[in-house]
C-alpha cells in the first residue's frame, strides 16, 4: 500500500444572526410557516431592488477581525449563476473576486498538544437558497422560500488540512468563535452552521494536489469527520487499482455512512459569475473597522491562556471551560463568587455540573443551579463546613429543590464533624465494635485502615472531616 | 473568435433556452461578434486603469437590521401556478 497524503479544505456557511435578511426587510426567524417570510425582494419578483443589510456588514467584518485577516476596503457583489427550484432568481447574490474578508487564520490544537495555523483563504456574504420539501405533493416538490435571503458568511479554509479529525477540530474552532462573536447561533440541526469539504490525496511527499471531491452539506461534526474517512478510503481504493479520481460534489448519506456522486450536476458548474448590476460596490472605511473591533470580545484562545494563569487550571481545564462563551461565563461567576477557588469551581462545573446537566439534557444557561448558588456551597467545602463527599449530596438537593447550599446543610445537618473530642467517641466506639480487625491490623495488615475509615465515616454519616478521621484513627489504631 | 456550434448549444442549455438546430448557425455568427467587440476591447491598453464593478460612481447604501417586510403569502400565491399548505409546488426535482 502506497503512503498518501490526505489533504483537506473546508467551506463552511455560517448563517449569520441578523434580525432581517441580507438585501430585504422580512425576518429571518426560524420555524414559520411556509413561505410567510418570503417577501417580494426574497421572490425575485420583477422590479424589486436588493439593499445590503448594515448588520450583516459588520458581523462579517467582526469574523474577520477575529481570524487576523484583511478587511477589504472595497468588495463587490456578484451573481452565481444556476437553475434550482428553491433559487428564484436563477441567480444567488454572493461575492466572487472580492470578497469582503481575505487572507486569515486561525490556530488549532493538535492530538501530540501542538498547534497548527490554518489559512483562512476568504470570507465572504452571500445569500441563503429556500429549501425543496421532496415528500410527495400531489407529485410535484414542494419549494418554501422562508430561508431564501437569509445571511450567510462563507468560510473558505486553506487546504491546510491534513486527517478527518484536523478537519473536525478546525471547524469546531470556527463554530466556536462564531458564537463567541455573537454573528451566528451555530445551531447545527437547523442548519446554521453546515460543513461543505474537499479532500484529495496525494503521495507523502508530492508538492501538487490530486484531484479532488467535494462533499456538501454536513451538519454535524461526526458526519464531518465519517465523510472525510469514508472519502479518503474511496479515494485511496480508486488510486491503488490505477484508477482515477473524478472531480465532483458528492452528497454524504448519514442512513449509509457513504458518500455518493451526485451526477449530473456538474455540467451546470459553470456559474459564469458576473458583478451584480443591482448592487454597487461595498465600501468599508478604517473608522468603521475601528468601531467593530472595538467591539470584539475576549476570544477563546486569549481567554483559554487567561484562565490558565488567573486561575491555576490545566490546559485541558482551561480548553474545555472555554468551549463556549456561556459556559466560560458561568464558570467564572462561580469562581469569583467562591472567593477564588478556582481549581476547586473547575472541577465541580466539568464534574458534578456537567454531568447533570448532560444527564437531564439541559444547556449550561438552562442550569437549575445557578452559577453564585453553586458557588455558595464551593464556599462550604473550601471552609470545611461540609466533606466534599457531603457536597455531592448537598447539589443534589440543591439540583432537584432549587435551594441554597446553606439552608440545605442546615435543614438536613449535614454540617462537617470537626470536633476533635466527637471524632474520638466515634473512633473509639468502632473499635471497640471491630476487635478481630483491630488485632490484625495490630498485628501488620495495614490494609485494614480504609476499613476503619469506611466504618468511622458510616458511623457519623459522613460527616466527619476526612483528614481528621485519618490523623485520630492513625493515632488510636498505634495504640 | 469564432464560436463552434457546440459551444452554442452549451450556452443555450445553461440559459436554458431551447433553439432550433437550424438557428445555430446564425447564433453562432451573432455571439461571435459579441466576442469580436469584446476582442477588441480587449486590445485597448488598460494599463493604469482600475477595473470598475459598477458603472455608476457610487458605493452601496446599507439599510438598518430591522424587519419591515409583512406576511403577502396570500397575494404571492395567488398568482402561483401551483401551491399547498403554504408550498409553491413545481415538477418533482430529484437530486
Known amino acids: 500500500m502506497s503512503d498518501w497524503e490526505v489533504v483537506i479544505g473546508l467551506e463552511i456557511h455560517a448563517q449569520l444572526a441578523t434580525r432581517s435578511k441580507i438585501f430585504s426587510g422580512a425576518s429571518t426567524a426560524y420555524g414559520a410557516a411556509p413561505n410567510t417570510q418570503a417577501c417580494a425582494v426574497d421572490l425575485g419578483l420583477p422590479g424589486v431592488l436588493p439593499v445590503l443589510n448594515a448588520e450583516a456588514v459588520r458581523m462579517a467584518v467582526k469574523f474577520?477581525?477575529?481570524v487576523e485577516a484583511?478587511?477589504?476596503?472595497?468588495s463587490v457583489f456578484a451573481r452565481k449563476n444556476y437553475f434550482y427550484p428553491d433559487l428564484p432568481k436563477g441567480y444567488q447574490i454572493s461575492q466572487y473576486e472580492l470578497p469582503v474578508v481575505a487572507h486569515g487564520h486561525l490556530n488549532i490544537d493538535l492530538e501530540d498538544g501542538g498547534t497548527k495555523r490554518v489559512g483562512i483563504t476568504r470570507a465572504h456574504l452571500e445569500?441563503?437558497?429556500?429549501?425543496?420539501l421532496h415528500e410527495d405533493y400531489h407529485g410535484m416538490t414542494g419549494i418554501d422560500l422562508n430561508r431564501a435571503?437569509?445571511?450567510?458568511?462563507?468560510?473558505?479554509s486553506e487546504p491546510d488540512l491534513r486527517s478527518a479529525r484536523e478537519a473536525v477540530a478546525y471547524a469546531k474552532k470556527i463554530h466556536a468563535l462564531v458564537r463567541y462573536l455573537e454573528i451566528c447561533d451555530g445551531n447545527m440541526q437547523e442548519g446554521s452552521f453546515r460543513c461543505d469539504v474537499n479532500v484529495s490525496l496525494r503521495p507523502r511527499g508530492a508538492s501538487g494536489y490530486g484531484t479532488r471531491?467535494?462533499?456538501?452539506?454536513?451538519?454535524?461534526?461526526?458526519f464531518l469527520?465519517?465523510?472525510?474517512?469514508?472519502?479518503?478510503?474511496?479515494?485511496?481504493?480508486?488510486?491503488?487499482?490505477?484508477?482515477?479520481?473524478?472531480?465532483?460534489?458528492?452528497?454524504?448519506?448519514?442512513?449509509?455512512?457513504e458518500t455518493r456522486s451526485m451526477r449530473g450536476k456538474e455540467e451546470a458548474h459553470d456559474y459564469r459569475y458576473f458583478p451584480d448590476p443591482d448592487l454597487l460596490p461595498l465600501e468599508i472605511d478604517a473608522g468603521f473597522v475601528e468601531s467593530v473591533r472595538a467591539t470584539l470580545p475576549e476570544l477563546p484562545d486569549a481567554k483559554r491562556l487567561r484562565f490558565e494563569d488567573q486561575y491555576g487550571l490545566s490546559p485541558y481545564d482551561a480548553s474545555v471551560l472555554t468551549a463556549t462563551r456561556e459556559l466560560a461565563d458561568y464558570y467564572e461567576a462561580a469562581a469569583a463568587a467562591c472567593g477564588g477557588e478556582g481549581k476547586l469551581a473547575a472541577n465541580w462545573v466539568m464534574g458534578e455540573l456537567a454531568g447533570a446537566l448532560n444527564k437531564a439534557g439541559l444547556d449550561i444557561t438552562a442550569s437549575p443551579v445557578s452559577a453564585e448558588r453553586l458557588a455558595g456551597l464551593l464556599r462550604r467545602i473550601a471552609d470545611g463546613t461540609i466533606s466534599g463527599k457531603i457536597a455531592k449530596q448537598v447539589f443534589e438537593a440543591m439540583w432537584e429543590g432549587g435551594e441554597e447550599a446553606d439552608r440545605v446543610i442546615e435543614a438536613r445537618g449535614l454540617r462537617q464533624i470537626t470536633d476533635t473530642a466527637a471524632i474520638e467517641t466515634i473512633i473509639d466506639r468502632v473499635l471497640a465494635d471491630n476487635p478481630t480487625q483491630l488485632e490484625q491490623y495490630r498485628a501488620g495488615k495495614d490494609k485494614l485502615f480504609g476499613f476503619f475509615v469506611g466504618q468511622v465515616m458510616k458511623a457519623c454519616q459522613g460527616k466527619a472531616n476526612p483528614a481528621q478521621v485519618n490523623e485520630l484513627l492513625k493515632r488510636k489504631l498505634a495504640g | 473568435m469564432a464560436l463552434e456550434s457546440g459551444e452554442v448549444e452549451k450556452i443555450a442549455h445553461l440559459a436554458r433556452i431551447a433553439i432550433r438546430a437550424e438557428d445555430v448557425s446564425e447564433y453562432r455568427r451573432h455571439l461571435s461578434r459579441i466576442l469580436e467587440f469584446v476582442a477588441q476591447m480587449n486590445a485597448v491598453d488598460t494599463h493604469g486603469v482600475d477595473p470598475i464593478a459598477h458603472p455608476l460612481d457610487a458605493?452601496?447604501?446599507l439599510r438598518p437590521d430591522e424587519v419591515t417586510e409583512v406576511d403577502q403569502r396570500e397575494r404571492f400565491q395567488a398568482i402561483a401556478p401551483q401551491v399547498d399548505a403554504g408550498l409553491y409546488l413545481v415538477p418533482k426535482v430529484i437530486e
Open chain 1, 64 to 66: 474577520g477581525l477575529a
Open chain 1, 70 to 74: 484583511q478587511i477589504a476596503p472595497r
Open chain 1, 127 to 132: 445569500e441563503d437558497a429556500g429549501k425543496s
Open chain 1, 149 to 156: 435571503g437569509v445571511p450567510l458568511l462563507e468560510i473558505v
Open chain 1, 213 to 222: 471531491t467535494e462533499t456538501k452539506n454536513l451538519n454535524s461534526f461526526r
Open chain 1, 225 to 257: 469527520e465519517r465523510a472525510v474517512l469514508y472519502e479518503v478510503e474511496r479515494q485511496r481504493e480508486v488510486l491503488e487499482s490505477g484508477g482515477r479520481v473524478v472531480q465532483e460534489t458528492r452528497l454524504y448519506d448519514s442512513a449509509r455512512n
Open chain 2, 59 to 61: 458605493v452601496q447604501r
